[in-house]
């Protein structure tokens, strides 16, 4: 099973609202990972949880938490959003990066359109 | 500021004919590059990775080169069809082996039948 899965497909929220994210794999993979995607613009890298620990912020603002319950699972709650928030969220996983000199492929989810009104 | 840049401009070629998509890289030396294709509102697909020592990899009607001295990654579609419309993405790996990729703008692909 190469496949990751990411709910819901679309979501629509208020500014005040809160929801989540959720993602899952079940690849045995150990690094997941949650990238923002604007209309024609390439992937931006979020978050970066290794073995189930947040290793890498890219400065993202609060108001998107990201959580890594087990291996199998990566969840992105947010909270009071703004309509420049609104984007195409992917998750991504990955065998271990660590590993010296490899370059592991990333396997990605289908997104969740997001829309903040 | 180490880049890595594609042009951004779509590429049109006819049915059958290669595609050649470059992805070029400034100001450092990407121990590997990977390549992967986005349709429409969906997730990247990881096509072919290929590191700094190798020359060239291949799979099916895929090739990619990486030439360090010219500092550039070429990627070919050979027999070019209509379903191999989509934007083709260069990535690199960030430092320290952190798993994060970072990606050129993407290129559009169309392959007019």
């Known amino acids: 099973d190469t496949e990751v899965t990411q709910t819901p497909k679309h979501l629509v929220m208020g500014m005040t609202n809160k929801k989540s994210l959720k993602c899952e794999q079940h690849?045995?993979?150990?690094?997941m990972y949650w990238y923002k995607q604007k209309a024609k613009k390439p992937p931006e890298l979020m978050f970066v949880?290794?073995?189930?620990?947040?290793?890498i912020n890219e400065s993202v603002p609060s108001r998107f938490s990201p959580e890594c319950p087990n291996s199998s699972l990566l969840n992105l709650h947010l909270h009071a959003l703004q309509p420049e928030d609104s984007a195409l969220y992917l998750c991504a996983s990955s065998r271990d990066p660590h590993l010296p000199g490899q370059g592991y492929e990333q396997y990605f989810g289908p997104g969740t359109r997001l829309t903040v009104t | 500021s180490q880049k890595i840049e594609q042009n951004s401009e779509a590429l049109n070629i006819q049915e059958g004919k290669t595609a050649t998509l470059t992805c070029n890289y400034t100001?450092?030396?990407?121990?590997?590059l990977q390549w992967y294709r986005q349709d429409p509102g969906r997730g990247p697909v990881f096509l072919l990775l290929i590191r700094e020592n190798e020359k060239e990899k291949r799979k099916e009607r895929l090739k990619v080169t990486f030439d360090t001295t010219l500092k550039q990654s070429l990627f070919h579609i050979t027999a070019s069809q209509p379903a191999d419309s989509a934007t083709y993405l260069c990535?690199?790996?960030?430092?320290?082996?952190?798993?994060?990729?970072?990606f050129g703008q993407g290129t559009t692909l169309q392959v007019k039948p």
């Open positions: 100001n450092y030396s990407p121990a590997y």
């Open positions: 690849m045995g993979h150990r690094a």
């Open positions: 949880y290794s073995y189930e620990k947040l290793s």
């Open positions: 990535a690199r790996h960030g430092s320290s082996n952190t798993g994060k990729l970072i």
